[in-house]
């Protein structure tokens, strides 16, 4: 159905009555009074809610990349010093630490949500006035938000504490000597903290999108 509105336009022809042609007998001819009237389109919001499915499937994506970034750069890291002898070595893994490890499986079921939740995506475009699906992905989008955020923010402390130390406890800074572990671990937060952002403009976006429904 075309979107756009059709005009049309109604003519409506009024005969001349004997009283009319009994006044005059050079009466004017019969009128013609011409009524337009204009169809109502009936897919206007369904264009709109279609161009927000089409963002949410780019957000998706996006996020699925960021997700996906932080868990496989927080797995893959892995620093041991040059220095070490037969019986001592100095090595720095995500695995010593259950905030890492958290956080790789936290990314790393972030990153399955987001794959599966692309055909869901794909429906609310194709049928832009179901409420089921939408409903759905807000409920586990909302999840998802609550799920990276606490990984990602764990794993801040964590990396502050690598940077900086804390005298009190008298816990040393350790990026001095492992830079490229520290760097690289840094880097996954951030990309972590960027997918917890994008899911909560997933969740605004949805919630937009059922509240003009």
């Given at each position: 159905?075309?979107s756009k509105?059709?005009?049309y336009e109604?003519?409506?022809?009024?005969?001349?009555?004997?009283s009319?042609?009994?006044?005059?007998?050079?009466?004017?001819?019969?009128?013609?009074i011409?009524a337009?009237?204009?169809?109502?389109?009936?897919?206007?919001k369904?264009g709109?809610?279609?161009g927000?499915?089409?963002f949410?499937?780019i957000?998706r994506?996006?996020?699925l990349?960021?997700?996906?970034?932080?868990?496989?750069t927080?797995?893959?890291?892995?620093e041991?010093?040059p220095?070490f002898?037969?019986f001592f070595?100095?090595q720095?893994?995500?695995d010593?630490?259950?905030?890492?490890?958290?956080?790789?499986?936290?990314?790393?079921i972030?990153?399955?949500y987001?794959?599966?939740?692309l055909?869901?995506s794909?429906?609310?475009?194709?049928?832009?006035?179901?409420?089921g699906?939408?409903?759905?992905?807000?409920?586990l989008?909302?999840?998802?938000?609550?799920f990276t955020?606490a990984?990602?923010?764990?794993?801040?402390?964590?990396v502050?504490?690598a940077?900086?130390?804390?005298?009190t406890?008298?816990w040393?800074?350790?990026?001095?000597?492992?830079?490229?572990?520290?760097?690289l671990?840094?880097?996954a937060?951030?990309?972590s903290?960027i997918?917890?952002?994008?899911f909560?403009?997933?969740v605004?976006?949805?919630?937009?999108a059922?509240?003009?429904h």
């Amino acid at each position: 159905m075309d979107s756009k509105s059709t005009s049309y336009e109604t003519a409506i022809n009024v005969s001349e009555t004997e009283s009319t042609k009994q006044k005059s007998s050079t009466a004017a001819p019969a009128a013609t009074i011409v009524a337009t009237t204009k169809a109502i389109p009936h897919n206007q919001k369904g264009g709109w809610r279609r161009g927000v499915g089409i963002f949410d499937f780019i957000l998706r994506l996006c996020a699925l990349v960021a997700a996906l970034a932080a868990a496989t750069t927080m797995g893959t890291t892995d620093e041991t010093l040059p220095l070490f002898t037969q019986f001592f070595q100095f090595q720095a893994s995500y695995d010593d630490l259950p905030a890492f490890s958290y956080f790789v499986v936290a990314n790393a079921i972030a990153s399955a949500y987001l794959v599966l939740s692309l055909p869901f995506s794909i429906v609310c475009i194709v049928r832009p006035h179901l409420v089921g699906a939408k409903l759905l992905l807000l409920i586990l989008d909302t999840v998802m938000v609550a799920f990276t955020t606490a990984a990602a923010a764990a794993a801040a402390a964590i990396v502050y504490l690598a940077h900086n130390g804390n005298s009190t406890t008298q816990w040393l800074a350790i990026c001095q000597q492992f830079g490229d572990f520290c760097q690289l671990v840094s880097g996954a937060v951030v990309a972590s903290f960027i997918a917890a952002f994008i899911f909560i403009l997933l969740v605004v976006f949805s919630a937009v999108a059922l509240r003009r429904h």
